[in-house]
């Protein structure tokens, strides 16, 4: 069987958490005052100032001269510092035109600047993406075949009553549809068990990294940049500077963080938030290797096996799932290769793991 493989050297992170480190109150009036609208407080924390830096009330540090600021090798040891950090507290009015910066142009940043337009709030969304937006809700086509792979998330589910609205009305426009095709538990040995009709499973019919276009479509208040890799946050003034190694990429009202946990770590690492920090301990990461294999042939099925489009794979050590890119975007309209999607399993991208911005770009 001649095959023709490409292997995307990728680490995606299983999990996520979305930080949003301001806290909006508003105090009534005081007597004394002659303010016509409310004074609201953003409560935040900045991380200890140097000695030739004056903290935010414009008083000298009290405390002992920082270390200089490193990323660690570990996740262990970028919490560790970021709970020594003074936690301090700063206030001043937040601005009537209030601008977000929101880290990650994956599926959550890209509906939570949605989310911000509809209330007539501007943002800016900065996402590493090479290829484009979506996160995991990626698509990588590569020419001139073309072949196309779905290289995260190779389905989804709908619990929440509110994303069900927009899944409806991605069904309505025809960017969605149920994947009909068999998916089951593959063992060693080749014994298939499908799985029952249960929750509906979507998929985007272009692949999903369309639903993130859709998404970014709607909207006319909404910034992005990429390649962006935002390597620091620090509060200023009142305001949330961002930066690229060393390079400012913009001051901002609110900060939302919607990567992955990691990537939440490293930046609340320099930025002084211990308390948000502590609520990270509890967040587990997996990190996987995805292959992307394209096959001239079909691949074989062991004889009186269910042909299937995707598969939990049970009882092997490097293998977690395989799923028919072909089979579910396609159909059997196409004569092209048979595009497959591979993932690790945990316990074997641990034991290879890399870290991601130390891969080459393909």
Not at 229 to 251: A, R
Not at 335 to 350: E, L, Q, V
Request: proline share 7%; hydrophobic share 35%; glycine share 8%.
């Amino acid at each position: 069987m001649a095959t023709l493989v490409h292997s995307i050297p990728s680490i995606s992170f299983l999990s996520s958490l979305t930080l949003q480190p301001l806290k909006i109150k508003t105090h009534k009036k005081s007597p004394s005052t002659s303010r016509s609208e409310p004074i609201k407080t953003l409560t935040c924390s900045t991380s200890k100032p140097n000695n030739k830096s004056p903290t935010m009330d414009g008083r000298k540090p009290t405390s002992k001269k920082t270390r200089k600021s490193s990323y660690g090798t570990s996740r262990r040891s970028v919490l560790k510092k970021t709970f020594i950090q003074e936690q301090v507290t700063f206030t001043s009015q937040l601005s009537s035109d209030p601008h977000v910066g929101i880290i990650g142009g994956g599926m959550a940043g890209l509906l939570c600047a949605l989310s911000l337009e509809k209330r007539g709030v501007k943002s800016t969304v900065f996402d590493t993406g090479i290829h484009g937006l979506g996160g995991r809700m990626g698509t990588r086509v590569i020419d001139p075949q073309p072949l196309i792979f779905d290289h995260a998330a190779q389905f989804f589910t709908v619990s929440d009553p509110r994303f069900s609205e927009l899944v409806d009305d991605w069904l309505e426009k025809g960017l969605v549809r149920q994947w009909q095709g068999i998916i089951g538990e593959l063992e060693v040995g080749g014994r298939f068990l499908p799985f029952p009709s249960s929750t509906p499973r979507y998929i985007s019919v272009n692949g999903m990294r369309s639903l993130a276009d859709s998404i970014l479509s709607q909207t006319c208040m909404v910034n992005v940049v990429r390649p962006c890799w935002i390597s620091k946050l620090e509060p200023f003034n009142g305001m949330w500077h961002l930066s690229e190694n060393g390079k400012p990429c913009g001051q901002f009202d609110i900060i939302v963080i919607a990567h992955n946990g990691k990537c939440a770590n490293r930046l609340l690492a320099s930025s002084g938030l211990p308390l948000i920090a502590r609520q990270m301990k509890t967040l587990g990461l997996s990190s996987i290797w995805a292959l992307l294999a394209a096959f001239e042939d079909p691949l074989p099925i062991p004889t009186g096996a269910t042909p299937f489009e995707g598969a939990f794979v049970k009882g092997v050590d490097s293998l977690s799932w395989m799923g028919n890119n072909s089979a579910k975007l396609l159909g059997s309209k196409t004569n092209s290769p048979h595009c497959w999607t591979f993932f690790s399993t945990a316990a074997y991208g641990k034991r290879n793991k890399v870290p991601q911005w130390q891969l080459p770009q393909m």
